[in-house]
């Protein structure tokens, strides 16, 4: 027997359409950690490719010593230049052989160079990185996106040689975020170091010491790359809004870090101070966690030093590069006549002559020819291979299937004849070209256009290569300011007429050629 009450601990029915996609706050949101764990890929598979190597690397912890090589290269990158090669494996080599302290030194190199190749990426094309991951688009279509990140680059250096830097990806790998507000997470890490120092735990605080000089370098490379691309070109770069904005907002970061550092500072030798009135290994302890943290935030204030000094000297550099880019002379191409400069000078000259000017035009005017890579077994085969015979003519030409091409030009040839004969204005003085329309109007509807289209071709006559082509005659097009008056064609009425070139300035260049 059923209970009347059973009827309301009926379960819920469940809508059976389809659930919607969440909003793009949201779906920002998990974009941020798909990219944020992408970024840590790289490292992963250190570890996952480390059988490949001939040898016994599983004693390796690759991922370790990535994240040792983008700490040492972030905390030794200058301002212009970044951290060298080699003294980033050498300070590589200790942690390596503490994993392993049986094994040979040169394996420890190896596997070393092997850790910050693979970190370079430099098997790839761009040297990069790419995860593909999907979003929600606006119309709630899911939208599969690549995501291209480097972790370390390879950066000429003003002195010359190339140098490593570690990028923003790298960076946030380190601190745990990805596409953090810079000003905002200093001041976070800084006011949570502050707090820890207060309560005694300087373990924790000399991590967050660590993150927070992290957003020191990576707030400082975002104002090294905005002056490279001023140097590049100074209209890539918003200096209108943007940087001055950045510019002062920097400014004000860096002084209130100082006062904040300072405080820090004096805390910290407080600290340190009264851990140095007791003596057991728990203050001691403190005592040296105290000295870490004064070194780390020592080196902070030397960055927002160093840090100012570039912001101040960011705004004479952009006046300096507006100028050098401004006012710099255009590169200048010399365009080359083939018919003017070569083939008419060369035609009348005898056959000798005129064999080494096209000898030597031909040797340097054809380019390089790449040779191709000889094997030793090509090379054998094609020498022991017999000759073929072959026929005196040559072998059979076939004949080639020609196709007429259709006429579809809009003007004929009589209208070109009509139209030259009306511009042929050798014996007459110039005319409008409200008149010489006129006039092509009477003889054909078609032949006003053709009539126009040749006389603003004339606007700008090519006088040197008809000179150097031999023309006795050159059409020429002028506009004094008149409007034209014409039922169809508007602009300029231009003064139309025929030049007379120097011929005997051109047998005399010619002859001097020759």
């Known amino acids: 027997m059923t209970s009347p009450a059973s009827t309301d601990l009926a379960p819920p029915q469940l809508s059976a359409g389809p659930r919607p996609a969440q909003g793009p706050a949201a779906d920002e949101g998990l974009a ?59 300070r590589l080599l200790p942690r390596v052989a503490a994993q392993a302290p049986t094994r040979p030194a040169a ?56 140098y490593l830097r570690t990028t923003d990806e790298a960076v946030n790998v380190l601190v745990g975020a990805l596409d953090t507000d810079v000003t905002s997470a200093q001041i976070a890490a800084e006011v949570k170091l502050e707090v820890l120092i207060n309560r005694g735990r300087l373990a924790d605080a000399q991590l967050a010491a660590e993150q927070a000089r992290y957003r020191t370098v990576q707030y400082a490379e975002s104002l090294r790359k ?61 005592k040296r966690r105290a000295a870490e943290l004064v070194d780390i935030v020592k080196d902070c204030i030397r960055r927002h030093t160093q840090l100012q000094s570039r912001l101040l000297d960011a705004g004479p550099l952009f006046r300096a590069e507006q100028d050098r880019q401004a006012f ?84 004929s040839e009589e209208q070109l004849a009509s139209a030259l004969r009306l511009l042929d204005l050798e014996h007459d003085a110039p005319r409008r070209l409200s008149g010489l329309l006129a006039d092509a109007r009477r003889l054909d509807a078609d032949l006003p256009y053709l009539v126009a289209l040749l ?25 004094d300011g008149t409007p034209l008056d014409d039922p169809e064609f508007g602009g300029a009425d231009l003064i139309v007429g025929t030049a007379l070139l ?12 020759s």
Not at 125 to 152: C, E, Q, S
Not at 502 to 513: I, L, N, T, V
Request: proline share 5%; hydrophobic share 45%.
């Open 328 to 411: 710099a002379a255009p590169t200048a191409y010399t365009g080359l006549d083939l018919y003017g400069q070569l083939v008419a000078p060369t035609l009348p000259l005898p056959v000798e002559q005129a064999a080494r000017v096209t000898d030597a035009f031909f040797a340097r005017g054809t380019g390089l020819r790449t040779p191709a890579s000889v094997r030793l077994g090509d090379l054998v085969d094609l020498l022991l291979t017999p000759p073929v015979e072959r026929e005196h003519l040559g072998a059979e030409m076939p004949e080639p299937d020609l196709i007429a091409t259709p006429d579809d030009s809009r003007f």
């Open 226 to 286: 905005t002056l490279e691309a001023t140097r590049r070109n100074v209209r890539a770069v918003d200096w209108l809004n943007a940087v001055p904005d950045m510019i002062a907002e920097a400014l004000d970061h860096v002084a209130d870090r100082y006062r904040h550092e300072n405080a820090i500072l004096t805390n910290i030798r407080k600290a340190r101070d009264e851990a140095e009135a007791a003596s057991d290994a728990k203050t001691a302890e403190h």
């Open 502 to 513: 120097d011929a005997a300035g051109m047998a005399a260049d010619r002859s001097e050629a």
């Open 107 to 162: 394996e420890h190199e190896r596997v070393a160079r092997w850790v910050l190749e693979n970190l370079i990426n430099v098997g790839s094309v761009d040297r990069g990185f790419r995860a593909v991951y999907g979003t929600f688009g606006p119309d709630g279509v899911y939208v599969r996106r690549d995501y291209d990140f480097k972790l370390i680059e390879e950066v000429p250096g003003y002195g010359g040689g190339v």
């Open 32 to 90: 941020r950690r798909l990219r944020a764990l992408a970024c840590t890929a790289p490292l992963h598979d250190l570890d996952a490719r480390k059988a490949n190597l001939a040898g016994e690397y599983t004693v390796y912890a690759m991922a370790e010593v990535a994240l040792a090589a983008i700490d040492l290269i972030t905390l030794n990158m200058d301002f212009d230049t970044g951290a060298d090669h080699e003294q980033i494996v050498a």
């Open 455 to 479: 006389a603003v071709h004339a606007a700008s006559p090519p006088v040197g290569t008809a000179y150097r082509q031999g023309e006795e005659r050159l059409l020429f097009a002028v506009d």
